[in-house]
Each structure stands twice: as structure tokens, then as C-alpha cells.
């Protein structure tokens, strides 16, 4: 079945190490996107990627960076400048074919701890 | 800048009522998509329904309808005969021309037995 998948599904950060999110989907879908959910809240745009080497900063950037070498896979480093990276993290795709009327799809997330 | 608010950060619905979630959104942009996602407990996002924001009619999806007043920057979610299933965090969210996509800050939905 196509789907995305993230990993790890839990993640533990110590102070000053930077720290990478994989995102891997096989829908083949152009656009990928990493958002952050703080508790109780609602999802912030970190980075997304319509192609293949190519991508934009979101609404909270800083402190994070992204790679888009395959198609399949966009995956997410946590900086040490992030500071307060405690959250849980969803990666989605969406098909580039008309692609802003159609739904997103998401993986299961990954929950980031700092120790 | 471009936001979504749901100024509503819980509702409570009685099993078998309708619920409306409100949602309104600021774009310059003319041309969009808007959607309802429900996350349950599992954090899984979950499209519900989606609306074109150059199409009058309303969307419907069973037991969901939307009702988008594009002048008014509006698009409410109306769950009817709610069920106990349909407890979760709802967002809503629009998604531009250029794969942007944002989303609010979510309703709580609770659904009394």
C-alpha cells in the first residue's frame, strides 16, 4: 500500500546535537511538507519542497534544515540553534497535478523529546 | 500575513446532535482550497472535506457540510447526527496556487453519550 512513513516514531535530543527526522512516501507526489504541532495547538509550516532539489522556508524555518535529493524522501535535521524543539513532527505529500486542490496526505509523526 | 483562526478551542456535542466548528481565514490571494482535517487520539490527520473556494455550492461528505461565505473569508464545519467516533481535534486549513498550505489552531470536539 502507498503511504508515507516517518521515522523514528519517538526521538530523544541532548543539548547541542543536531538530530534528523526521516520522511520516505511511495505515492509518488511531488510536494512534500514538514510540520510542527505543539500541544494543543494547531500545525506550523516549517519547510516544504514542490521538486526535486528545491525548497521553501515556512512560517517557523529557524532552527531547522531540509534536504530534497529523491523524490521519495525529504528529511528533516533539527538543529542545536532550535532551541526549544520538544514537538510532535508530521511529514506530508500532495500530488503536483493540480495539486493545490488536493488533500494532503500524512504520515504518523514523530515525537521529539529533548533529554 | 496569511492565517487561519478557529476561535472556537472546544465544543461539546451531544451523541446524535449537530455541532457547527467555525473558521475563518485571511488571503490576498483569489484563488484556494479550503479543507477540514480531524485528528483523533492516534495524531493521524484525516481529511474530512474540501471545499473550492471558486465554486459556490457548499461541499457536503455524508455527515459533514461546509459553509463557506467566500466574501466573508468564513468556512464552517456542520457535523450532523454526531457520533461518538467523531470526537477529535479539527483543523481547518486553506492551500494556495503554490502548494502553501496553512492551517489553524484547532477545535477540540467532545461527543457526549
Known amino acids: 500500500d502507498g503511504g508515507i512513513t516517518q521515522s523514528p516514531k519517538y526521538l530523544f535530543r541532548k543539548e547541542g546535537q543536531n538530530v534528523t527526522l526521516s520522511c520516505e512516501q511511495n505515492l509518488n507526489h511531488d510536494a512534500m511538507y514538514w510540520y510542527r504541532q505543539d500541544p494543543g495547538q494547531g500545525l506550523r509550516l516549517i519547510y516544504y519542497?514542490?521538486?526535486?532539489?528545491?525548497?521553501q522556508k515556512g512560517d517557523i524555518a529557524e532552527g531547522y534544515s531540509v534536504s530534497r535529493e529523491k523524490k521519495e524522501s525529504f528529511p528533516l535535521t533539527v538543529t542545536s540553534a532550535q532551541k526549544n524543539p520538544t514537538a510532535f513532527y508530521l511529514c506530508a505529500s500532495t500530488s503536483e497535478d493540480s495539486s493545490y486542490n488536493q488533500p494532503q496526505h500524512f504520515g504518523d509523526g514523530t515525537r521529539l523529546s529533548i533529554l | 500575513a496569511q492565517t487561519v483562526t478557529q476561535s472556537q478551542p472546544e465544543m461539546s456535542v451531544q451523541e446524535a446532535e449537530t455541532v457547527t466548528l467555525s473558521c475563518t481565514y485571511d488571503?490576498?490571494?483569489?484563488?484556494?482550497?479550503l479543507f477540514w482535517y480531524k485528528q483523533p487520539p492516534s495524531r493521524q490527520m484525516i481529511l474530512v472535506i474540501r471545499?473550492?473556494?471558486?465554486?459556490?455550492q457548499n461541499a457536503t461528505e455524508n455527515r459533514f457540510s461546509v459553509n463557506f461565505q467566500k466574501a466573508a473569508k468564513s468556512f464552517s464545519l456542520k457535523i450532523s447526527d454526531s457520533q461518538l467516533g467523531d470526537a477529535a481535534m479539527y483543523f481547518c486549513?486553506?492551500?494556495?496556487?503554490?502548494?502553501?498550505?496553512?492551517f489553524g489552531a484547532g477545535t477540540r470536539l467532545t461527543v457526549k453519550p
Open positions: 488571503t490576498s490571494e483569489s484563488d484556494y482550497y
Open positions: 519542497s514542490q521538486i526535486v532539489n528545491d525548497f
Open positions: 486549513a486553506y492551500q494556495l496556487y503554490n502548494n502553501d498550505m496553512r
Open positions: 471545499q473550492e473556494a471558486y465554486k459556490q
